[in-house]
């Protein structure tokens, strides 16, 4: 038979444990995605329009910060930035066009604000050209994708207004 010594160690060898784990689980993750955690929804994008200028299509995006840290990316090496092809759903292994960002971006906790992508195209196009020169490169999203901190943010190439 066990002492009474030995059985209240076994029940705080137990116990501790416990109480640090359901202390994780209710307090870890409260406010929401917890920066580099690999996810795809701590930055949230909407496609508010796009502005053709001469060879430059400019998408404008409003940036959605869902976490409780600022988002930083200093500069455009920083990231990496693909398309998802509108046909067959697979991420392009090469952007059918030269497409820079709007760096260095800052983004708040809890906050928004306004990103752009320009597509420079070999052509000049016009403003009433511009849905069918987005139809004609096959992306339905741009991925930029965050190594640092794993994030993976999806930027729509269609919706917004012309």
Do not use: C
Not at 79 to 101: C, F, Y
Not at 102 to 109: C, K, Q, R, S, Y
């Amino acid at each position: 038979m066990k002492s009474a010594r030995s059985r209240r160690l076994w029940f705080l060898a137990v116990l501790i444990p416990g109480l640090a784990l359901l202390a994780a689980a209710i307090f870890g993750r409260r406010g929401g995605p917890i920066p580099g955690d690999g996810t795809t929804t701590a930055i949230r994008a909407s496609l508010e329009r796009v502005v053709p200028t001469h060879n430059d299509v400019i998408f404008v995006y409003l940036l959605e910060n869902q976490t409780d840290a600022d988002y930083r990316i200093p500069e455009e090496h920083a990231i990496r930035l693909r398309a998802r092809s509108a046909s067959t759903k697979r991420l392009l292994n090469k952007l059918p066009e030269q497409v820079t960002g709007d760096f260095p971006l800052l983004l708040p906790a809890r906050s928004k604000t306004h990103f752009a992508l320009i597509l420079t195209s070999q052509h000049e196009v016009q403003p009433e050209q511009t849905a069918e020169f987005r139809k004609s490169l096959d992306i339905d999203s741009f991925i930029l994708f965050d190594p640092t901190r794993h994030y993976e943010i999806e930027l729509p190439a269609n919706g917004g207004s012309n």
